[in-house]
């Protein structure tokens, strides 16, 4: 039982943490866009 909830945790920590990468990949596209497109 408490190897699942780690288990569930590290799959809430490693979505989250994919979550933020993502989140930051578009923050970056978006001012990369913003640049250009001055």
Do not use: I
Request: hydrophobic share 35%.
């Amino acid at each position: 039982f408490l190897l699942h909830q780690l288990r569930q945790l590290e799959l809430k920590v490693t979505s989250g943490w994919e979550e933020k990468k993502s989140l930051a990949r578009v923050k970056r596209a978006e001012a990369h866009s913003k640049n250009f497109g001055k």
